[in-house]
C-alpha cells in the first residue's frame, strides 16, 4: 500500500501542505464571518460578552474594499498587570475568502509568530492557522459573536446590572 501523506486532520482538511494550508485559510474566513456577520457595522473596538466564558476583544485595525485587518484576544491580569492572550492578528481577504493570521502573541507581548518578520515555514504557517481555526470554534460554540445589535443588548443588560447592583447597596 502507497502512503499518499494526505492525512486527514478535520473534514475536508490534509495535514500541512500548500492545498490544505488555503482550506484552513478558507475555514478561518468561514468563521470569522459568523463571529461578524455584519463586519461593515461593527464597530473597531468591540467585546462579546456570554455568560460563563471569558470576554472576548475584537479590535479592527484597517478596514479596506478587499481586506480588513483584525485583532482577537482575551484579556488577564496577573501580579504584573493586564495582557491579551491569545493576541492574534488577522488579515481577510474578502474577494478570494480566505483569513491569515499575520501575527500571533504570548504574554507580555513577547511574538511568538510574525509573518513579516520572519521567513515563515508551512509548517509555522500552519500551526498558527490550525490554532486559529480551533480557537474560532471554541468562541462559536461558548456564543461569542459581534454584531451592534448584540452589542447594544449587551450594553443595556450591563446598566441593568449596575442599575441593581446600585439598588442592593442602598
Known sequence: MLYSGKQKV????????LPALMELYELNYI????????????QDRSISRVNGALELYLTIRERS???TTLHLSYQFADEEGSFAAP????RMYHDAQ?????????KRGRC???????????????KVNRFLQKWLGYCLRQGH??????EQMSEAIQVVEDQQALSLES
Do not use: I
Open 31 to 42: 468563521q470569522l464571518r459568523r463571529l461578524l456577520p455584519d463586519l461593515d457595522a461593527v
Open 145 to 150: 459573536g459581534f454584531s451592534p445589535a448584540r
Open 112 to 126: 511568538e509568530y510574525d509573518r513579516s518578520r520572519q521567513c515563515s515555514s508551512l509548517n509555522a504557517k500552519w
Open 65 to 67: 474594499r478587499y481586506t
Open 87 to 90: 493576541d492574534v492578528v488577522v
Open 10 to 17: 478535520h473534514p475536508g482538511v490534509r495535514a500541512r501542505d
Open 98 to 106: 480566505l483569513a491569515e493570521v499575520l501575527s500571533h502573541g504570548s
